[in-house]
Nanobody, 123 residues
Framework: QVQLVESGGGSVQAGGSLRLSCAAS????????MGWFRQAPGKEREFVAA???????VYADSVKGRFTISRDNAKNTLYLQMNSLKPEDTAVYYC?????????????????WGQGTQVTVSS
């Protein structure tokens, strides 16, 4: 079992930055693919970014060039650096762990999920 706890959310003005963290416990995540997803009010959960066990990354087109996903296996922690934030980035952000190690875009491949952290971007 892997437990995931997100932190770092908050309120920021458009153009600002936030860094989300996802601390894992229960098992090392070094062999897991890890992902970030988000869900805005009244909308479906959507993929944001993912990183494979080997460090390969993939991003949603809407965040490419603004967000950076990274991992620190020594700290068993996943990060999401978010720059140039826009009001449309407002959502609850979730981290998730994919046992296959690939870090893919499809949420059903992720077995473990955090409780989420709120990000609010005002214009």
């Amino acid at each position: 079992q892997v437990q995931l706890v997100e932190s770092g959310g908050g309120s920021v003005q458009a153009g600002g930055s936030l860094r989300l963290s996802c601390a894992a416990s229960g098992r090392t995540i070094s062999t897991y693919g890890m992902g970030w997803f988000r869900q805005a009010p009244g909308k479906e959960r959507e993929f944001v970014a993912a990183i494979s066990w080997s460090g390969n990354t993939v991003y949603a087109d809407s965040v490419k060039g603004r967000f950076t996903i990274s991992r620190d296996n020594a700290k068993n922690t996943l990060y999401l650096q978010m720059n140039s934030l826009k009001p449309e980035d407002t959502a609850v952000y979730y981290c998730a762990a994919d046992p296959s190690g690939f870090g893919v875009k499809t949420d059903y491949d992720y077995h473990y999920w955090g409780q989420g952290t709120q990000v609010t971007v005002s214009s």
